[in-house]
């Protein structure tokens, strides 16, 4: 199993402004996932993070909206910029590789106001 | 396209036994997993599915058929604690997870 901490757990925000979230890993791990959860809904996954390399967008998400960080094999952050109130949500990382079930952090609660 | 269907809602008594269903059509199959999400908190993992037929795990068990492209996550003994919502994803052949909507499950007294 891993162990993620993730941080903060919750923030507000003005519109406008850049939060950047950070999850540590207990152990190395090749890939780390970042979510977006908006209310009721699902998980919708923002990119994929490799250490080493440039973060892999899915589709509707860009880097310059959502830069990516991964200096090494146990961290990583996602950066929320120039936010709108419509980026307010529930924003999760994970890990998980091959056939392992995903582990996630604890979840940064975002209101942009 | 992918797809993962499963009931947006589901109300079920205190002792009882619930079942929720799970659809899905992917890219390739790599696994179906089950999570466990109390409102505010991070999905928690609760089974994974690969060969088709019955996993149990105590109270839980969960069950796949890959020529039909459907999973069950069976609850036993409902406690008040089990009102969550449940996930189904699965994980395609770029063993990237598609998530389904969640199914929120109340249970009532």
């Known amino acids: 199993s891993a162990v993620i901490s993730q941080k903060p757990s919750r923030d507000i925000c003005q519109r406008g402004t850049s939060l950047t979230i950070q999850c540590q890993v207990d152990s190395q791990v090749t890939m780390m996932f970042w979510y977006r959860q908006q209310p009721g809904q699902s998980l919708t996954l923002i990119a994929t993070?490799?250490?080493?390399?440039?973060?892999?967008?899915e589709s509707g998400f860009v880097i310059d909206k959502f830069p990516i960080s991964r200096p090494n094999l146990t961290f990583s952050t996602l950066t929320v910029s120039n936010m709108s109130p419509e980026d307010s949500s529930i924003y999760l990382c994970?890990?998980?590789?091959?056939?392992?079930?995903?582990?996630f952090g604890q979840g940064t609660r975002l209101t942009v106001v | 396209g992918q797809n993962i269907d499963q009931p947006t809602e589901m109300t079920a008594t205190e002792g009882a036994i619930v079942q929720i269903n799970c659809t899905y059509q992917?890219?390739?199959?790599?696994?179906l997993f089950w999570y466990q999400q109390h409102a505010g908190e991070a999905p928690t993992f609760l089974s994974y599915n690969v060969l088709d037929g019955l996993e149990e795990k105590g109270r839980f068990s969960s069950f796949l058929s890959r020529s039909k492209g459907y999973s069950y996550l069976l609850l036993k003994e409902l406690q008040m604690k089990d009102s969550a919502s449940y996930l189904c994803?699965?994980?395609?052949?770029?063993?990237?997870?598609?998530w389904g909507a969640g199914t929120k499950l109340i249970i009532k007294p």
């Open positions: 992917t890219s390739g199959f790599n696994g």
């Open positions: 994970s890990v998980g590789t091959g056939e392992t079930e995903a582990f």
């Open positions: 993070a490799n250490q080493g390399s440039e973060a892999t967008y």
């Open positions: 994803a699965v994980m395609d052949s770029n063993y990237q997870l598609i």
